[in-house]
């Protein structure tokens, strides 16, 4: 279950403490507030007199909170207006997290603006001695994110990727996933096992984790997404077939046992009137 | 200890019915609702035709309440003809199909495209409290308006049993639902949300919710609803089936409404703090209440404080 006592369902009004332009079209948002999210977890960003959208928390010391997104519709286009020191509403921490043991030898799987969460996961989860292996995937070199951040971070190895192969494996990162388990897999091999696979991207690219981390039996955590409204539970627009689970509480971080069951990932999802529209 | 209601001919294996707008939009979720043990499903608002509801924030909650103007979005009729088709191959409960419209002559235009997927019942909203900027106000705020959509769905839905949705925003419930029962209205469901009350944001200055206004739902409301299950109980003389509504989150808040004269219970805000086992937890507090206190059937309670009032000033 979620920890609903924790969660903040009346958006509270934070102001934006420092902007960062990441690429071209990505920026990350600090705000002067913490919600207590752990890596994975979503919150509602809500712009007063625009709208409110969910957006993957990429960080949370207990101080202050950042997100980073890519504006790609009205809401977050209007958000990239915004300035240091604007005020934006908050409300969450929202879903399930990545969940790992001490010690775990992890992959984590980035596509995209899913960098930002990954390198939550990664900061958090090397103070519970965890090593772990960073698979940053793009289009291209211009589009990767979070590359510095990781790298300075101990026990996290780097791997990138790009489609047009501007840095790094030329192809996706799913490819250098594979790769990875498959080394792991060797007896003879100098690092330990590997544990469990972390992705965060498109669903596409998910899809693809899952199938990977199945040839070699290892156990993933995927984030998902799917249209929020209200983010704990009640509106029912996140549903997922065939089981009727709301991704806003049980996911959006999913076991790649249940991702297997759900009929409709990777095929379709539905819209703010729940429609349903093909990947 | 039976909890099992027989309503127009129709058996729900316990009282407690998803009020609409919660969770409401794929047949997954219903079937998942009823498996953690709702004894009826109502759908979210139906209509014609595509309707698009409103930006977010549309639903925010505190310990208190709950407000919401999610503005009844709705995929339109092929979708609707998808969905409950598929739960009514199972059919594990009884479904009602609740539609809605923006005037009143296309009430019966939502409710012929249902017909043929053959609901256990309709339930017609009239009393939507958060569309009032596009349709004006409620229908469920004029009796003879009321009255005008129960004849227009009445004429389509044939042997089909229709609730009303009424809206407590009014100054004498009980004439509303005469009027609709005039008209061939079989039940009622009491009560839609309140208000619409307004949260505002104090560093921002803005109303909270993007339409301003929400209806007003949670713990807060349930003293307004019983008032009304009472009122409309007493105007129809007990005759009418009443799906009590508002602010149920324990087997005792059941059971007070169904005192005042609800056969049915819906529950819907309570699925944000509970879950879906709500329906279960509910079902389970009416079934220790009744068990101590020798109640074996649940329908016995129906109306009860109307009898002891009656009883004590005969």
Redesign the interface.
């Given at each position: 279950m979620s920890s609903i006592s924790l969660q903040s369902r009346l958006p509270k009004t934070y102001r934006i403490k420092a902007i960062t332009q990441e690429t071209e079209m990505v920026r990350t948002y600090t705000f002067d507030g913490s919600l207590g999210a752990k890596p994975g977890q979503f919150l509602m960003l809500w712009l007063p007199g625009v709208d409110e959208k969910p957006f993957s928390v990429a960080f949370d010391d207990g101080s202050e909170t950042k997100i980073t997104f890519f504006a790609v519709g009205p809401m977050s286009e209007a958000l990239a207006q915004s300035k240091v020191g604007d005020l934006v509403g908050l409300r969450g921490p929202f879903g399930t997290s990545y969940e790992w043991e001490a010690g775990d030898h992890i992959v984590l799987v980035a596509g995209g603006y899913g960098a930002a969460p990954m390198f939550f996961v990664a900061s958090e989860a090397v103070k519970h001695g965890c090593t772990l292996e960073a698979i940053v995937g793009a289009r291209g070199k211009e589009h990767l994110l979070y590359l510095k951040e990781l790298e300075s971070l101990q026990h996290v190895s780097l791997h990138v990727s790009t489609d047009d192969g501007s840095v790094g494996h030329k192809g996706y990162n799913t490819e250098v996933l594979d790769q990875l388990l498959e080394a792991s897999a060797d007896p003879d091999a100098k690092d330990p096992p590997i544990d469990r696979v972390f992705a965060c991207g498109p669903e596409m690219m998910l899809k693809s984790v899952l199938t990977v981390s199945e040839k070699h039996k290892v156990p993933c955590q995927l984030s998902l997404e799917r249209y929020m409204k209200c983010g704990f539970g009640i509106c029912g627009n996140c549903v997922m077939d065939p089981t009727g689970m709301r991704l806003c509480i049980e996911g959006p971080v999913v076991s790649g046992d249940v991702c297997a069951k759900l009929t409709e990932f990777g095929k379709y999802h539905r819209d703010d009137i729940g429609k349903k529209h093909e990947f | 200890m039976n909890l099992s209601q027989t309503v127009l001919g129709i058996t729900f294996e316990n009282p407690t019915v998803l009020a609409s707008g919660?969770?409401?939009?794929?047949s997954?979720?219903?079937?998942?609702?009823a498996k953690k043990g709702a004894g009826g499903i109502t759908t979210?608002s139906l209509w014609a035709k595509?309707?698009?509801?409103h930006?977010?924030?549309?639903?925010?909650?505190?310990d208190h309440w709950?407000l919401n103007a999610?503005g009844l979005?709705?995929?339109?009729p092929a979708?609707a003809n998808e969905e409950i088709a598929d739960f009514m191959k199972d059919h594990p409960v009884p479904l009602i199909a609740n539609i809605v419209a923006g005037l009143i002559d296309d009430y019966a235009k939502t409710a012929e495209g249902i017909v043929p997927l053959k609901p256990d019942a309709f339930e017609v909203n009239i009393s939507c409290p958060n569309v009032e900027d596009e349709f004006g106000k409620p229908f469920a705020c004029s009796a003879p308006d009321a009255a005008k959509v129960t004849a227009a769905v009445k004429k389509v839905i044939g042997d089909i049993p229709m609730f009303v949705k009424l809206s407590p925003n009014v100054d004498h419930i009980g004439e509303i639902a005469k009027a609709c029962l005039a008209e061939g209205a079989d039940g009622f469901t009491v009560i839609n949300t309140v208000g619409p009350g307004m949260?505002i944001?104090?560093?921002?200055r803005?109303p909270?919710l993007?339409n301003k206004v929400g209806g007003l739902s949670g713990p807060a409301i349930k003293p307004i609803a019983v008032k009304c299950i009472a009122d409309v109980y007493a105007a129809t003389d007990g005759k009418c089936p009443i799906i009590g509504t508002g602010g149920v989150y324990t087997g005792e808040d059941a059971l007070e409404m169904i005192l005042a004269g609800a056969t049915l219970i819906g529950i819907?805000?309570a699925?944000?703090?509970h879950?879906a086992e709500v329906f279960a937890e509910v079902c389970e507090g009416m079934q220790y209440w009744c068990t101590n206190e020798g109640i074996d059937d649940i329908s016995s309670m129906v109306g009860g404080m109307h009898k002891e009032l009656a009883s004590r000033n005969a």
């Open positions: - | 919660i969770l409401g939009i794929t997954s979720t219903w079937k998942d609702v979210k595509e309707h698009k509801g930006p977010n924030p549309t639903i925010i909650e505190t709950m999610v979005p709705d995929a339109g979708k949260a944001d104090l560093r921002s803005m909270i993007a819907g805000s699925v944000s703090r879950g």
